[in-house]
């Protein structure tokens, strides 16, 4: 996924459906600079990892 479309994502109102690796996710965080996403699996917030924003995929 490209940096632009996650922040986008990230700031969007409404739920957009992603996934990590299969797991549907939230973006928390966006990284502009390292290209990393602060993610955790939906309904699992203590979850909470950072992502290469290549591992995201938008459905």
Do not use: F, W
């Amino acid at each position: 996924m490209n940096k632009l479309r996650a922040q986008e994502i990230a700031a969007a109102p409404v739920m957009v459906n992603v996934t990590c690796d299969g797991v549907p996710i939230y973006i928390q965080h966006v990284d502009e600079h390292n290209e990393t996403a602060t993610i955790y699996p939906l309904g699992q917030p203590e979850q909470e990892q950072t992502v290469q924003l290549s591992s995201l995929q938008e459905h």
